[in-house]
């Protein structure tokens, strides 16, 4: 940070400077929708492809090479292999090898499998990073400055913004696709280590300058319907496994037995009965922690008592919605990214249950994106604050451990947002005077669900007063914060150091907060 810059306060409070070294001038978070668009789309540069020419290439290194991939670069990767992803760490050991420096990571999130990074930033070879989150001792790396520039946050309909915007120019992206053609029509419900929705790549594949795809599971031509098409791919690498299916995705999701957690889901459940927007028709995305799983099980035991369907889910889907599907009580699922072994499934077998982008998903600067029609959203937290303002991102310890994810975006498109949280964690009080790290902000939060209670935002005045007609356990969040503070006692506050090590972007690409140094 240049010497003497000012830290002008941004709409929720949070210092946010005016100019960071190596990233440029930041615009402060004004709220939800003060910005206005007005650029166009970015396009990429025009490439062609001859009759017989082929894409097929047998190594990574050739890849790198054929893209012509230089120092200073942006290079791209996907999640949809989480914790069994082996693209990104063999990408970028070629690179390593090639003599490649100052590369920008633009992945649509990082893992803990992703440790190998560490030394890649150490050498040189990836000096800025931008992505949705990050975690593991990667995320505990960079939380303690092994980065010159900080981390870039985006959610994930703010990531499909910049892309589209061109505030994030996408020289390579690299994608993983568990089923591909030799031209590049590529699926992710198919082959060895299947995947589900490809959602998240789908922005990379349309926006990148060069695309490569990376896959275990080379089929005849032509490879229909396909996630990526083959007017987006330049190149084709085949290998001998592109990740490890059990840290792709998991097993049937199981539901809670913890009492707590069925507590909380028995209040927000109540909480949507209530909230007047419980309807025939209505929308819905939940999250796949316990309680949100349990509130799903509970909605589901309603819309059947009292005859209501709804007319979406939407998110990332579990397998909890796809036996929904098939029951009849949801009729679309629009999905970005499968969560479990059935909804991965699906989504090659059932079609209503969609593959949708992150921009269809999220992106709050196009013609009008999914989140916009949400009834319904059930979000975790690791904070919240007496302003409803919400933390995913840092931990207690102010270390990086979590994502941005859709929260945010999510919470400013849908009628209802409800975050549902036990009100302790293992002797830490989820409800705190004010929270390390802002994602989400508070005026787009309606309803914080506890165990010990229920929190509505002043805000929602109509809210307040039909979950009091329902009986529900109401309080004001600074009476749940003195409930949390009498059985912890008051937190000690986190001592961080001048060093801002990440920036966290608003969906429309304001600064809401910055992450800074611990101690």
């Known amino acids: 940070m240049k010497e003497g810059i000012k830290l002008p306060k941004n709409k929720i409070g949070r210092d946010i400077p005016e100019y960071i070294e190596g990233i440029g001038e930041l615009r402060p978070y004004n709220g939800p929708f003060s910005f206005q668009p007005t650029k166009r789309k970015y396009g990429r540069e025009i490439s062609q492809v001859k009759p017989g020419d082929s894409k097929?290439?047998?190594?990574i290194e050739k890849a790198v090479i054929k893209t012509e991939l230089k120092d200073g670069m942006?290079?791209?990767f996907h999640h949809h292999f989480r914790e069994?992803?082996?693209i990104l760490n063999m990408v970028l050991d070629t690179i390593a090898k090639l003599g490649i420096k100052n590369?920008?990571?633009?992945?649509?999130?990082?893992?803990?499998?992703?440790?190998?990074?560490?030394?890649h930033i150490k050498n040189g070879v990836v000096t800025k990073i931008i992505t949705s989150g990050v975690r593991g001792p990667l995320a505990e790396g960079i939380s303690n400055g092994i980065l010159e520039t900080p981390i870039i946050i985006r959610s994930h309909g703010g990531r499909a913004r910049a892309i589209e915007a061109g505030d994030s120019q996408i020289d390579v992206a690299f994608l993983g696709a568990p089923c591909c053609d030799e031209y590049g029509n590529a699926n992710g419900y198919s082959g060895k280590s299947f995947c589900g929705s490809l959602g998240y790549a789908k922005v990379d594949a349309e926006y990148a300058?060069?695309?490569?795809?990376?896959?275990?599971?080379?089929?005849?031509?032509p490879n229909v319907p396909a996630s990526i098409l083959?007017?987006?791919?330049?190149?084709?690498?085949?290998?001998?496994?592109?990740?490890?299916p059990n840290g792709i995705v998991s097993g049937a999701t199981r539901f809670t037995k913890d009492p707590r957690e069925l507590l909380i889901a028995k209040y927000a459940a109540a909480s949507i009965e209530a909230s007047g927007y419980f309807v025939p028709g209505f929308s819905i995305q939940c999250g796949t922690g316990g309680a949100s799983l349990a509130v799903a099980r509970f909605i589901r035991e309603k819309m059947i008592e009292k005859d209501i369907k709804a007319s979406f889910a939407l998110g990332g889907i579990t397998g909890q919605f796809v036996d929904m599907l098939k029951e009849g009580l949801i009729s679309k699922l629009y999905d970005t990214q499968s969560f479990d072994l059935t909804a991965a499934k699906s989504i090659g077998e059932n079609p209503d249950h969609c593959e949708i982008s992150a921009s269809f998903y999220a992106n709050p600067h196009n013609k009008g994106c999914v989140v916009n029609k949400l009834d319904i959203v059930l979000l975790s937290a690791l904070e919240i604050d007496t302003d409803f303002n919400v933390n995913v991102i840092t931990g207690s310890d102010g270390v990086i451990r979590g994502a941005s994810g859709g929260h945010c975006d999510t919470a400013a498109g849908?009628?209802?947002t409800m975050i549902v949280a036990p009100l302790i964690r293992g002797r830490i009080p989820t409800i705190v005077d004010k929270v390390n790290t802002v994602i989400t902000p508070g005026e787009t939060i309606d309803v914080v669900v506890t165990d010990r209670g229920v929190a509505v935002?002043?805000?929602?005045?109509?809210?307040?007063e039909k979950l009091t007609k329902a009986k529900l356990p109401l309080f004001t969040i600074e009476q749940l914060k003195e409930k949390a503070e009498k059985i912890t006692g008051k937190p000690k506050a986190i001592e961080y150091m001048d060093k801002i090590v990440g920036i966290v972007e608003y969906r429309d690409g304001s600064i809401i907060d910055v992450i800074r140094q611990v101690r």
């Open 209 to 221: 300058n060069k695309v490569v795809l990376i896959t275990d599971n080379l089929v005849q031509y």
């Open 56 to 59: 097929l290439l047998d190594s």
């Open 230 to 244: 083959q007017t987006d791919v330049d190149y084709i690498v085949t290998i001998d496994s592109i990740g490890d």
């Open 84 to 86: 069994g992803d082996y």
């Open 103 to 119: 590369l920008t990571l633009a992945s649509s999130s990082l893992n803990a499998v992703h440790e190998p990074l560490i030394e």
């Open 457 to 464: 935002n002043p805000l929602r005045k109509d809210l307040i």
């Open 414 to 416: 849908s009628k209802l």
């Open 74 to 76: 942006t290079i791209s």
